[in-house]
């Protein structure tokens, strides 16, 4: 799982264009109610970073507006959970 988590984080980052969308679909799908992976992808990326780099996404598109929201709504659930 963190090998699949790292090259999803990575292709968000560096803004592969063809796959983002997917990628956060994923992520999305792997993260809900799923605290193991929520540790594992925050330890995997800078939190703050990751989170500043999906917003700008936002206008991407409305599949991946959505993915986006959902995940900036899991990610911080989590972090309430883990803190």
């Known amino acids: 799982m963190p090998c699949l988590i790292s090259t999803l984080t990575s292709w968000i980052v560096n803004g ?3 796959v983002i ?3 956060l679909g994923v992520l999305v799908n792997l993260c809900y109610k799923n605290l ?3 540790y594992t992808l ?3 990326v800078d939190s703050k970073e990751f ?3 999906i917003l700008k996404l936002q206008n ?3 599949d991946t507006r959505v ?3 959902l995940l ?3 990610f911080r659930v989590s972090v309430t959970y883990m803190a």
């Open 16 to 18: 592969e264009k063809d």
């Open 21 to 23: 969308s997917l990628s």
């Open 36 to 38: 193991p992976a929520m």
């Open 42 to 44: 925050m330890r995997s």
């Open 51 to 53: 989170l500043r780099t």
């Open 60 to 62: 991407d598109g409305t």
């Open 67 to 69: 993915q986006v929201l």
């Open 72 to 74: 900036d709504v899991i």
